[in-house]
DNA sequence: CAATCGATGATCT
DNA sequence: GATCATCGATTGG
């Protein structure tokens, strides 16, 4: 093989913000199917008011309390899931919504799930659909040590990045937790 | 092009 | 009962 490393705990035990740009230009994998990972925004807990974990722990949000480096996904508007890596220390909320990955690997079996040539995974919901992710199969997965699913830095250098305000949300505007490039 | 809006159901209050 | 970390079809300029 290559120099490529697979991200362990102390990666993603950080701030968010850091995890978040860092994550940047990492290749996720999920069985056949890869992407390098090129839009991310970060959420943390009671001082994020965008934040699913604002008000504190629920049925749907406690993983973003727990460990750093599993999978939390989410069901919303009745028909897309969306797919995060919990960060920061166990305690402690915080996730990165993966919000746009470029296809590398398994290019026809996406265009297959999505039913499209185009876009295939240019947005949160579109991306777990085209890499199967549904939150009955893989909400709470260990990323880390899981077989079928993970993330590696293959040492692509990301020089550009660029934050804006997150996208869909009403409160917390003035924070720009969007990374991209 | 950009702006608007309906779909559709789990989750939270 | 209201909201929603979205998408894609449609509308209008």
Redesign the pocket.
């Known amino acids: 093989m290559n120099k490529s490393k697979r991200l362990k705990k102390k990666f993603f035990e950080r701030d968010s913000i850091i995890v978040a740009k860092e994550l940047l230009g990492k290749i996720i994998q999920v069985n056949n199917c890869s992407g390098r990972i090129n839009e991310v ?1 970060a ?1 943390k807990g009671s001082c994020d008011e ?4 604002y ?1 504190g722990k ?4 406690y993983l ?1 309390f727990e460990d750093p480096g599993f999978l939390y996904v ?7 899931h ?1 797919m ?1 890596i919990t960060t920061e220390k166990n305690g402690k909320a915080g ?1 990165i ?1 993966i919000r746009s990955i470029i296809p590398i690997e398994g290019i026809n079996e996406m265009k297959k799930r ?1 039913k ?1 040539d185009k ?1 295939l995974s240019d ?4 991306l777990c659909v085209a890499l199967n992710i549904t ?1 009955e199969n893989h909400n709470g997965i260990n990323i880390m040590e899981n077989k079928e699913i993970f993330i590696y830095d293959d040492k692509y250098k990301i020089t550009n990045i660029k934050s804006s305000s ?5 409160n917390g505007l003035d924070k720009k937790w969007r990374f991209y490039y």
């Open positions: 925004e959420y965008a934040s699913h974990a008000k629920t049925k749907r949000n973003m989410y069901f919303t508007y009745g028909m897309h969306c995060n996730a919504l999505r499209k876009n947005g949160p919901a579109k939150k997150r996208i869909g949300i009403k």
